[in-house]
């Protein structure tokens, strides 16, 4: 679960749970899973002795853009209304390759297959002659979309429904599943400890009220 998501959160869960200490540590690779490393993980590790596995979030992507791009989409696409937007993303999808896209390398370890898969969901190839704009992770990509370089995809976690900061909107296309699953791993045998049972149950809640959130809505 993403910084984004989570920090800001954390003082909701402080005010239910005031003593409740928390130690948060970023990994960049596999972690070790071992009740010596953390009580949970938040991870796409699928399976170890020992250790229970629940899933959290079956993360899905879907384009964005800045609120200023939104306006030049619509104005280079010759459209008076984001009806009419939706009406031709709907429609004809690969009107989307008109414009920069912006693609995440650290998704699928090779950069433009995120949007590959994005338009073999919506039922057409991805088209030829895209301006695409590379970075290596979905944050750089996330933050080149927020300064209206292009069009990136996103997930659920990464727009910060807290605060109200994401500069970003979301397109009327719909979201296509990656192969990420993040689940909530624990020890077996620690399972009824009451802060493992506080911090497991706020973010099962935390992550279902995320996934309504950015449901696509009409424009």
């Known amino acids: 679960m993403c910084y984004r998501v989570l920090i800001p959160r954390l003082p909701n869960l402080k005010r239910l749970h005031p003593n409740l ?33 629940e899933s959290l979030y079956q993360e899905e992507l879907f384009p964005v853009c800045s609120q200023t791009y939104m306006e030049i989409i619509k104005n280079n696409l010759a459209l008076n209304s984001n009806a009419e937007l939706e009406k031709i993303l709907k429609t004809t999808p690969s009107a989307l390759a008109q414009f920069p896209l912006i693609t995440a390398f650290s998704i699928y370890g090779r950069h433009t297959e995120d949007w590959r898969r994005l338009f073999e969901h919506l039922g057409t190839s991805l088209p030829t002659n895209i301006q695409f704009h590379r970075f290596s992770h979905l944050m750089l990509a996330y933050e080149a979309a927020k300064h209206s370089l ?31 699953n993040f689940h909530l791993v624990y020890k077996e045998s620690r399972k009824n400890e009451k802060a493992i049972q506080y911090l497991k149950n706020w973010l099962q809640e935390e992550t279902k009220t995320l996934s309504k959130a950015h449901r696509p809505v009409s424009l």
């Open 21 to 53: 200490e928390l130690s948060i540590e970023m990994s960049h690779g596999s972690p070790d899973l071992s009740d010596r490393t953390a009580d949970l993980f938040i991870t796409t590790e699928k399976d170890k002795r020992g250790f229970i596995f």
């Open 150 to 180: 292009g069009i990136a995809l996103v997930n659920d976690y990464m727009l910060n429904d807290v605060s109200n900061e994401s500069a970003l909107m979301r397109l009327p296309c719909s979201a296509y599943k990656t192969d990420d």
